[in-house]
């Protein structure tokens, strides 16, 4: 039987050995990786529970093989690694560490473009040469390839679709040089679009689609690494409590498009400020109903409570972006 050490994915693995490096040494690893494996390794660190002795060491084990491996072929190539890795391991064990760094070594062409927006990739694609665009859709993920596809003009798909189908090998040289001019081309584009992208407001409303303890976690963390950012952050963060902000006729609209089983979930254990907004805005009947099913449920798991908050946070956010409703925050609206 495999060990709980021997089944951890790798995400799980990069995730351990930020916590055995600590916050400081972490915070300078994290500043190297792109935002995706920032948010996917800040939650993984959010999920991870007890990390036995065992676990642990192993995969600083693990993370020391890898190193060497790399620096390894970095000097002299695979067989002079294989070679200095055999003296340390035996046989088998180097060519498993031999194996395992090249796949990661291997560089898949426009790597680049799978970390841009699809929008942005559409714009920057659709005046390139069909069979340019058939490149690059053939190296990119499936389903980001298809939605691609569905974007472009009907006759430029059909051609698209026509040469990816009858594509054949393609030499390197050529891979490079178009791989160099779309790679100018999104950054050109990043460049122009900077200003509208990023920012406080874009952090919270990621906060705003996460479960509230990894919510708390980040900002516990900007809180000891940015407090000041932290303190702007939680000024702009909607949360459920917040609910007491909105005016009577935007609790009315939410509450027309929330489960009530959800709303006597989210409503347990909060004060009784939210939950006389709630009540005053309900019809008789509608309270008397909701106060049953309060009182019917009894006890509830504090993670339950704030799932079911977290999903009527998300219908009070989707109508603030739909324009039905006006959270209230920010800058003072100009009334006409």
């Known amino acids: 039987m495999r060990t709980q050490a021997a089944i951890l994915n790798n995400r799980r693995k990069a995730a ?23 948010e996917q390794l800040t939650l ?31 000097e002299g190539g695979v067989e002079h690694a294989k070679k200095l890795l055999q003296t340390a391991f035996d046989e088998e064990r180097a060519s498993q560490l031999i194996h395992r760094v090249s796949q990661t070594l291997e560089r898949t062409p426009f790597e680049f473009l799978r970390r841009s927006d699809p929008s942005q990739l559409i714009t920057i694609l659709q005046d390139e040469h069909p069979q340019t665009i058939a490149l690059v859709l053939s190296y990119l993920p499936v389903q980001l390839a298809a939605q691609l596809l569905s974007k472009l ?25 178009v791989e160099e001019i779309l790679e100018r081309k999104v950054s050109g584009f990043a460049q ?13 409303d990621v906060l705003n689609h996460v479960d509230r303890q990894t919510e708390r976690k980040i ?36 509450l027309r498009e929330v489960e009530m089983k959800d709303l006597a979930t989210a409503l347990k254990g909060t004060s009784e400020e939210v939950q006389r907004k709630i009540f005053s805005n309900l019809s008789e009947r509608a309270a008397t109903m909701l106060q049953e099913d309060m009182e019917f449920m009894g006890p509830v798991k504090m993670s339950i409570v ?31």
């Open 44 to 74: 993984e660190v959010a999920r991870l529970d007890r990390v036995t002795p065992e676990m642990r060491n192993r995969v600083i084990e693990e993370f020391h093989e890898m190193a060497i491996t790399q620096d390894y072929i970095a």
């Open 219 to 254: 900002i516990e963390s900007l809180q000891e690494t940015n407090p000041e950012l932290a303190t702007e952050v939680m000024n702009m963060l909607f949360v459920f409590e917040d609910i007491v902000t909105l005016d009577d006729k935007a609790v009315q609209q939410v």
């Open 306 to 336: 704030e799932e079911a908050q977290q999903k009527i946070v998300a219908v009070i956010r989707r109508l603030e972006e739909q324009g039905d409703i006006s959270l209230g925050r920010g800058e003072d609206e100009v009334v006409v």
């Open 153 to 177: 003009p009907a006759d430029t798909r059909i051609e698209v679709a026509e040469r990816i189908a009858l594509m054949d090998r393609t030499p390197p040289d050529v891979i490079r040089k």
């Open 192 to 204: 122009a679009d900077m200003a509208s992208v990023g920012g406080v407001k874009a952090l919270v």
């Open 16 to 38: 351990i050995m930020l916590m055995v490096l600590g916050p400081e040494l972490s915070g300078k690893v994290l500043r190297y990786l792109d935002d995706d494996h920032v």
